[in-house]
């Protein structure tokens, strides 16, 4: 089984490194392949890290999907497109999204949205906590990889720092990697704006009630949302200001300048999530205050007494 990986982000890059460094041929495709194919490294997205002989790059979509594993890692607002752009590419082979969040204009997950583009594709979800970095630097990581019936497709995504568990639970997963962003916003902006860490602590373990809760009304088992791709990536991105979540709700918090250029999923998922929570009348007060500092209604001192003067009940 060959792997190729689609998008050459920070994300996509390292799994690239990681997956060739075993000695296997992997290629990287990039829409604009920049000075990668000479500079043998992608100075533009993950800087530093130099790679392997057996890492092919190419600016050649068809020549990428010759293999049967795709990785999808385009970020998630641009997958749909993608996907329907180049569906004769990509119909028929397993497609793994490794992006997160929830497609604004549709309020659908990537598994959906590849059901829908390539219906004769294997959907497939990588996530869990892992940053790019980490990930090559050969630092240890461990994911979930959901898709029915995966155990070979899990053999060929191993390599020596990437330990994949499996899971049959595609809305589970795919909703923890989502989410989990829309927590480390806000739990960004709450130590940036020096409301303490206990409210930390309080905003991430309310925001694990959100996730579970907007997950079971989507059909996922609860167990799922425990594991790595929920609690698991929760408890890395709301802790570390590696997590360009995590950073930019500190900067939003702080009222420094947001950072700009990189890929921050959970600004377009807090308003998925909050719109579709709406429609089925659930209650999302984290996503729906994230949207609010988001779009200038609240500033986050107030987003925050919104949320403590909320009519008392039971955990
Ligand atoms: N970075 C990380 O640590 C992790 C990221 N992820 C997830 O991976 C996904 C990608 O993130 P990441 O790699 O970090 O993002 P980056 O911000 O590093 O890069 C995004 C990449 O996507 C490319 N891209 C954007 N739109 C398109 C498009 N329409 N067609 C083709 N390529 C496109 C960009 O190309 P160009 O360079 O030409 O602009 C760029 O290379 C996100 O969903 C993220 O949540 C998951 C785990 C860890
Ligand atoms: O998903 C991630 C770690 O698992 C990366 O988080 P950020 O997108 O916030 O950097």
């Given at each position: 089984?060959?792997?190729?990986?689609?998008?050459?982000?920070?994300?996509?890059?390292?799994?690239?490194?990681?997956?060739?460094?075993?000695?296997?041929?992997?290629?990287?495709?990039?829409?604009?392949?920049?000075?990668?194919?000479?500079?043998?490294?992608?100075?533009?997205?993950?800087?530093?890290?130099?790679?392997?002989?057996?890492?092919?790059?190419?600016?050649?979509?068809?020549?990428?999907?010759?293999?049967?594993?795709?990785?999808?890692?385009?970020?998630?607002?641009?997958?749909?497109?993608?996907?329907?752009?180049?569906?004769?590419?990509?119909?028929?082979?397993?497609?793994?999204?490794?992006?997160?969040?929830?497609?604004?204009?549709?309020?659908?997950?990537?598994?959906?949205?590849?059901?829908?583009?390539?219906?004769?594709?294997?959907?497939?979800?990588?996530?869990?906590?892992?940053?790019?970095?980490?990930?090559?630097?050969?630092?240890?990581?461990?994911?979930?990889?959901?898709?029915?019936?995966?155990?070979?497709?899990?053999?060929?995504?191993?390599?020596?720092?990437?330990?994949?568990?499996?899971?049959?639970?595609?809305?589970?997963?795919?909703?923890?990697?989502?989410?989990?962003?829309?927590?480390?916003?806000?739990?960004?902006?709450?130590?940036?704006?020096?409301?303490?860490?206990?409210?930390?602590?309080?905003?991430?373990?309310?925001?694990?009630?959100?996730?579970q809760r907007f997950a079971l009304s989507r059909g996922a088992r609860p167990e799922t949302l425990s594991g790595l791709s929920g609690f698991g990536d929760l408890a890395l991105t709301c802790s570390s200001d590696?997590?360009?979540?995590?950073?930019?709700?500190?900067?939003?918090?702080?009222?420094?300048p947001l950072p700009e250029g990189t890929t921050i999923e959970g600004k377009a998922t807090a308003k998925a999530v909050s719109n579709l929570a709406k429609k089925i009348g659930l209650d999302m007060p984290i996503?729906?205050?994230?949207?609010?500092?988001?779009?200038?209604?609240?500033?986050?001192?107030?987003?925050?007494?919104?949320?403590?003067?909320?009519?008392?009940?039971?955990?």
């Open positions: 089984m060959t792997v190729s990986v689609l998008g050459a982000g920070a994300f996509g890059t390292a799994l690239a490194i990681s997956l060739a460094r075993t000695g296997r041929p992997v290629t990287l495709w990039a829409r604009d392949l920049a000075d990668m194919d000479v500079a043998r490294e992608n100075t533009r997205r993950l800087p530093g890290f130099t790679f392997p002989e057996t890492l092919a790059v190419t600016g050649d979509l068809s020549d990428a999907a010759q293999s049967s594993i795709l990785l999808l890692t385009v970020p998630m607002q641009s997958l749909a497109r993608f996907l329907t752009q180049h569906t004769k590419f990509l119909d028929g082979k397993t497609l793994v999204a490794c992006c997160k969040g929830i497609d604004l204009t549709t309020g659908l997950g990537p598994a959906e949205i590849i059901r829908r583009a390539c219906p004769a594709a294997t959907p497939a979800i990588l996530s869990g906590p892992s940053f790019a970095v980490d990930i090559a630097a050969g630092l240890p990581t461990a994911l979930t990889l959901a898709v029915d019936d995966g155990h070979a497709l899990q053999t060929a995504l191993s390599t020596p720092n990437i330990r994949p568990y499996r899971s049959a639970d595609l809305v589970g997963v795919e909703i923890g990697g989502a989410l989990k962003n829309v927590v480390a916003i806000a739990c960004g902006m709450t130590i940036g704006a020096g409301l303490g860490e206990s409210a930390h602590a309080a905003l991430m373990t309310r925001g694990f009630a959100e996730m590696k997590s360009r979540n995590y950073a930019f709700g500190l900067a939003l918090g702080r009222g420094e996503a729906d205050m994230v949207v609010a500092v988001l779009e200038n209604h609240l500033t986050v001192n107030e987003a925050a007494d919104m949320l403590l003067t909320r009519p008392l009940k039971e955990e």
